[in-house]
């Protein structure tokens, strides 16, 4: 079919700035609508202490999102607890590490950070192990990151900072999109919180990440366009290629039960997350395009394909 109008569940790119959906858009000559599906919302001070969690009673902070690290800062402040200088920090990537400027002295504190992911931390959490950690995350966060501190057996707890919600989207007219595009299963969650009566009928699907395909059949969904892959890394490229060969494809419209579960099951046994590329406005997590918050965003990959190099430290540790 052919693709007049797209809805990509993120928000529109700043003003001026170079979008590649917006430049796929012009070439393919089709419209564009940007629109979050759901929210973030920080958890109350009231909501936090009903977790029973003392910020000072930690040796280590693991962070995978700047959504993390604001609310993190900010329940600080409202509880009135001090971090002290000598907290580590352990953060998914570069980016993340630097975004703590904006709270702490950089130079002046213990902070760690990974290329990609918290597995190129694995060796210097090691040393750490009589460390307790504490993991800022959303309500809705992945297992990946307690998953990982299992393996290495260090002594974690998770705190639920954050929590995402879904958008009310009811002035949205749904079907008028040839195509949605969707970044995470909080995005599917929201689509039939909007319209309980949904159905895709002609209507094509693109998913990024396997969890966010794996919720979307789950959810009875015919997924059409999927990224990342060998072929299409980016979502901007699973789209160009289906807009020119899509046509070509001998894809069943219905597939079987068996298929979906063996799909599925694929997705279970992957280890790949959602971490989109950042020159389509994905960052680390949810920023202000920083919106690694569409893929639960608050989880960053914890076992990246294929393996990175070595590990990075920042010079805090040297």
Not at 265 to 291: G, H, K, Q, V, Y
Request: a neutral charge; one cysteine or more.
């Amino acid at each position: 079919m052919k693709i007049k109008k797209v809805l990509i569940s993120q928000p529109a790119p700043a003003e001026g700035e170079k979008s590649p959906y917006n430049l796929l858009a012009q070439k393919y000559n089709f419209e564009i609508v940007y629109q979050k599906l759901f929210k973030v919302e920080g958890v109350s001070s009231k909501e936090f202490r009903r977790q029973q969690i003392r910020l000072l009673d930690y040796d280590a902070i693991v962070l995978t999102s700047r959504q993390a690290v604001d609310h993190l800062f900010r329940l600080a402040k409202e509880i009135r607890v001090e971090i002290p200088e000598t907290m580590k920090y352990f953060c998914a990537t570069e980016n993340i590490a630097l975004y703590l400027q904006r709270y702490i002295q950089y130079r002046k504190r213990k902070i760690l950070h990974g290329h990609q992911s918290l597995s190129d931390l694995a060796d210097l959490m090691k040393k750490h192990k009589d460390d307790k950690f504490l993991i800022p995350c959303s309500d809705s966060s992945k297992n990946e990151v307690p998953s990982f501190m299992d393996e290495l057996e260090i002594n974690y707890k998770k705190a639920v900072i954050y929590k995402t919600v879904p958008r009310d989207l009811h002035s949205l007219d749904i079907k008028s999109f040839d195509l949605i595009v969707l970044f995470s299963p909080m995005g599917i969650k929201s689509l039939f919180k909007n319209w309980p009566n949904y159905k895709q009928q002609k209507q094509l699907i693109g998913t990024f990440g396997d969890n966010t395909t794996k919720a979307a059949l789950e959810n009875g969904l015919r997924v059409d366009i999927q990224a990342p892959s060998a072929t299409c890394p980016s979502m901007t490229m699973a789209i160009e290629y289906y807009i020119l060969n899509g046509n070509k494809k001998t894809k069943s419209k219905n597939r079987s039960t068996a298929k979906k579960k063996e799909i599925v099951e694929t997705c279970e046994n992957s280890n790949n997350d959602e971490i989109a590329p950042s020159a389509e406005n994905f960052d680390d997590e949810i920023c202000n395009s920083e919106n690694i918050d569409e893929g639960n965003a608050d989880d960053i990959n914890v076992n990246p394909e294929p393996p990175l190099k070595k590990n990075h430290e920042s010079p805090a540790m040297n």
